[in-house]
T-cell receptor
Framework: AQTVTQSQPEMSVQEAETVTLSCTYD???????LFWYKQPPSRQMILVIR??????QNATENRFSVNFQKAAKSFSLKISDSQLGDAAMYFC???????????FGTGTSLTVIP | DGGITQSPKYLFRKEGQNVTLSCEQN?????MYWYRQDPGQGLRLIYY???????QKGDIAEGYSVSREKKESFPLTVTSAQKNPTAFYLC?????????????FGPGTRLTVT
């Protein structure tokens, strides 16, 4: 089975600063997909960004970008110019190419300090 | 608006009673999923369904049952056999499971059993 590890249960960042959330995963597959989801206090899960393992270029969505290191099985999320609305729980997720199941990490709670 | 609805938002039951959580989607998605979320444990897969009248157990299926009689509906029954049913339950859907697609989530149901 695949495993996803988020080693930072809590992180904090000053408003307008940059923060990086870590995620590592374990798989024997070569083709797969990785995701970061955001869960604000409303508890609605929102997709932040996705990365296909076969793509070498790191995905970017506005202020959110990833650092995908396939050999190291690492998939970190960088949030630039942090805003108060970024405060949430962030989950890293892995999906194999067959698309049968998602595997989620335990989450990182991000606090944004005004 | 297209989306996933879960009702009710909060549900209270007495121990020993079965309870059914509803999940409806109008996104025309083929695949649907049920997750359980507990503090510090991320999201754990209970059941998933790829097509109507077919479903598979996830990692923590014991004490739960599902049905998929219609494409848009995937209700979850928490039975009295589930030892720790109090949790936050999330329903999700995606275009399919034969290839990787992101999952879209409902707003969740908080179940409390006393």
């Amino acid at each position: 089975a695949q495993t996803v590890t988020q080693s930072q249960p809590e992180m904090s960042v000053q408003e307008a600063e940059t923060v990086t959330l870590s995620c590592t995963y374990d798989t024997s597959e070569s083709d797969y997909y990785l995701f970061w989801y955001k869960q604000p206090p409303s508890r609605q899960m929102i997709l932040v960004i996705r990365q296909e393992a076969y793509k070498q270029q790191n995905a970017t969505e506005n202020r959110f970008s990833v650092n995908f290191q396939k050999a190291a099985k690492s998939f970190s999320l960088k949030i630039s110019d942090s805003q108060l609305g970024d405060a949430a729980m962030y989950f890293c997720a892995f999906e194999s190419n067959t698309g049968n199941q998602f595997y989620f990490g335990t989450g990182t709670s991000l606090t944004v300090i005004p | 608006d297209g989306g996933i609805t879960q009702s009710p938002k909060y549900l209270f039951r007495k121990e020993g009673q079965n309870v059914t959580l509803s999940c409806e989607q109008n996104l025309n998605h083929d695949a649907m999923y049920w997750y359980r979320q507990d503090p510090g444990q991320g999201l754990r897969l209970i059941y998933y369904s790829q097509i109507v009248n077919d479903f598979q157990k996830g990692d923590i299926a014991e004490g739960y049952s599902v049905s998929r009689e219609k494409k848009e509906s995937f209700p979850l029954t928490v039975t009295s056999a589930q030892k720790n049913p109090t949790a936050f339950y999330l329903c999700a859907s995606s275009w399919g499971t034969q290839t990787a697609y992101e999952q879209y989530f409902g707003p969740g149901t908080r179940l409390t059993v006393t």
